[in-house]
C-alpha cells in the first residue's frame, strides 16, 4: 500500500494515445501505443498483435471498433506498473456505461493484484477513465458469420475435452492459441488447417520498470483473450467463440477489503455475463462468446479428459515448466491436477505424466493443505473448489489399504464431505446454446 500511494502522490497520469492496423500483405498486426507520464518523464509503451494472413480472413467494416477495444484492455499490462488514477483516452469513445464496465473489469480483474500489494482501495477511486478526443461511438459490427467455432487452446486438460466433445458435430472447429507453448503448439499441429496462431509482444520496457520496483501482479489475461477471440471471429465469419472454463472458476480465493478476490475472475460466471453483454451491445452481435463446460466441475472434466489417452503424453497445464515443455511437480498447478485425475488414471500412467506419486513428496505438504483446507488463502492458480478437492481426496483414499496411504493422505484430516452431488443442472448458470447443451448431455448427464 505503500508504495501504491507514493506512487498516487506523484500525480501520474496514463495515456492510451492511438492503435493501428497494418496490413503488410503477409501479416495483419494491431500496435497499440500508451504514454506513462511521471512528472516530466514520459515512457511510452507499443504493444503488438501479429496473425498470419490467409484467405479465410475477410475484413468488416467498422473493425476499428474491436480493434480499440482490445488496446483497452491491452493497457492493463502497462497501467498497473504505477496505476494512476487518471487513465486518458485519446483514440476513441466510450460512454458512461462502457467506462462502468471497465471500471468493474480493471477492479475485479486486478483483485489478486490488489491483495498481493495489499492495496486497500475502492472501486470508484482505483481509475478514473476521462475521454480526451472528439471522436463519435463506434458503430456495431454487423457482419455474416457461420455456425462454426473457434476454440482457444492454452495446452491444459479442459480445452481438449472441449474439442474431443465438440469434433463430431463441428469436425471444422478451429483451435486458437496465443503465443503456444510446446503442449499446445502440439494440439494445433493436429489439425494444422483449421489453427490460428497469434504472436502477442509485450513492450519488454515492462522489465525495466519491474526492476526498478514498480507495482506488478496477475493480470485478468482471459479477458484478453476474450476481446481478441471476438476479433478473430469477426475475420474468420465464425459465430461461436466456445470456451473452457467450468463451475469451479466461480469460487474466490479470498475476501480482502470486502472484495472477493478471485485469481480467475475472468473466467467465472460473473464476468462471462458481463462481456457477453458488452459485446452485444457495443460491439457485434454476430460472434457469441460462452464457456462449453461451464455446467461442470473440475473433477467431472477429469473424468471426461482420462477417456483420451492419446494426450497424456502432450498435455501441460503447469505454468512453471511450460517453458521446458514439464510439469514442475513443486506448484499448486500440478498438486491440483494430480488430485483432479487420481482417480480416474492409474497409478503407474500418473507417476509416468507428473515424474513422480506426488502424494509421497514431503516438501509438497503445504501446497496440499491449502488446496483442500478452507482456513488457508486458496493458491493463486487456476484450481478448483475446496469441496471437490476434498471429494477428489476422499474417494482416492477409499482405494488403499490404511497401511499404504501414501504421506499426504496419510496427513489428510478433513471432515468426511458425505453425499457430493455430481448432477448437471443444464437450466441454469450457463449460457451454452442448445445445440451445445444436447452435445454435452451426450456424455455428462
Not at 501479416?27 to 501505443?33: G, I, P, R
Not at 511450460?322 to 491436477?337: L, N, V
Not at 488414471?345 to 509416468?352: A, H, L, Q, Y
Not at 471437490?388 to 483414499?397: F, G, M, T, W
Request: aromatic share 16%; hydrophobic share 35%.
Amino acid at each position: 500500500m505503500y508504495l501504491f500511494q507514493e506512487l498516487r502522490d506523484k500525480n501520474n497520469s496514463f495515456i492510451y494515445k492511438s492503435f493501428d492496423f497494418i496490413d503488410d500483405g503477409t501479416n495483419l498486426s494491431l500496435e497499440f501505443e500508451y504514454n506513462l507520464v511521471e512528472d516530466t518523464k514520459t515512457t511510452v509503451f507499443i504493444h503488438k498483435l501479429d496473425i498470419k494472413k490467409s484467405h479465410k480472413i475477410s475484413i468488416c467494416k467498422n473493425i476499428d471498433n474491436i480493434i480499440f477495444h482490445i488496446g483497452l484492455i491491452e493497457a492493463i499490462n502497462y497501467w498497473k506498473i504505477a496505476t494512476p488514477k487518471d487513465f486518458f483516452i485519446r483514440c476513441g469513445y466510450i460512454n458512461d456505461e462502457q467506462i462502468q464496465w471497465f471500471k468493474k473489469l480493471y477492479y475485479n480483474g486486478l483483485g489478486e493484484f490488489l491483495y498481493i500489494n495489499q492495496i486497500s482501495i475502492s472501486i470508484d477511486d482505483f481509475v478514473d477513465f476521462k475521454i480526451e478526443n472528439d471522436f463519435e461511438a463506434f458503430e456495431i459490427i454487423s457482419c455474416k458469420t457461420e455456425n462454426n467455432n473457434i476454440i482457444p487452446i492454452g495446452g491444459g486438460k479442459d480445452s481438449l475435452v472441449t474439442y474431443e466433445l465438440l469434433k463430431d458435430e463441428f469436425p471444422n472447429s478451429y483451435l486458437f492459441s496465443i503465443n503456444p507453448i510446446k503442449a499446445s503448439q502440439n494440439i494445433l499441429d493436429r489439425n494444422p488447417k483449421n489453427s490460428i496462431v497469434l504472436s502477442r509482444k509485450l513492450d519488454m520496457q515492462i522489465l525495466k520498470f519491474n526492476k526498478q520496483g514498480y507495482l506488478n501482479g496477475h493480470i485478468p489475461f482471459s479477458s484478453i483473450v476474450g476481446f481478441i477471440s471476438i476479433y478473430l471471429g469477426l475475420l474468420y465469419k465464425i459465430k461461436y467463440i466456445v470456451l473452457s472454463n467450468e463451475s469451479s472458476a466461480n469460487e474466490e480465493n479470498v475476501v480482502f477489503n470486502d472484495l472477493k478476490v478471485n485469481h480467475q475472475y475472468s473466467k467465472s460466471l460473473e464476468f462471462e455475463n458481463d462481456f457477453r453483454y458488452y459485446i452485444s451491445k457495443f460491439i457485434t452481435k454476430d460472434v457469441e462468446y460462452f464457456s462449453f463446460l461451464r455446467p461442470l466441475e473440475e473433477i467431472q472434466i477429469a473424468s471426461l479428459f482420462s477417456k483420451n489417452k492419446e494426450y497424456f503424453d502432450i498435455f501441460l497445464s503447469c505454468n512453471v515448466g511450460s517453458k521446458e515443455d514439464r510439469w514442475c511437480g513443486k506448484c499448486p498447478k500440478c498438486m491440483f491436477t494430480y488430485m483432479m485425475l487420481c482417480n480416474f488414471i492409474e497409478d503407474d500412467t500418473m507417476i509416468r505424466i507428473f515424474g513422480k506419486n506426488m502424494f509421497e513428496d514431503k516438501d509438497l505438504e503445504l501446497i496440499f493443505n491449502k488446496l483442500y483446507k478452507t482456513t488457508e488463502v486458496k493458491p493463486f492458480e487456476c484450481v478448483g473448489t475446496y469441496d471437490e478437492v476434498n471429494y477428489a481426496l476422499q474417494k482416492k483414499i477409499q482405494s488403499y489399504k490404511k497401511d499404504k496411504l501414501p504421506y499426504l493422505l496419510k496427513k489428510y484430516d478433513a471432515p468426511l464431505i458425505g453425499d457430493y452431488d455430481l448432477s448437471v443442472d443444464y437450466k441454469s448458470q450457463n449460457n451454452l446454446p442448445n445445440i451445445f447443451k444436447d452435445i454435452l448431455k451426450k456424455y455428462v448427464i
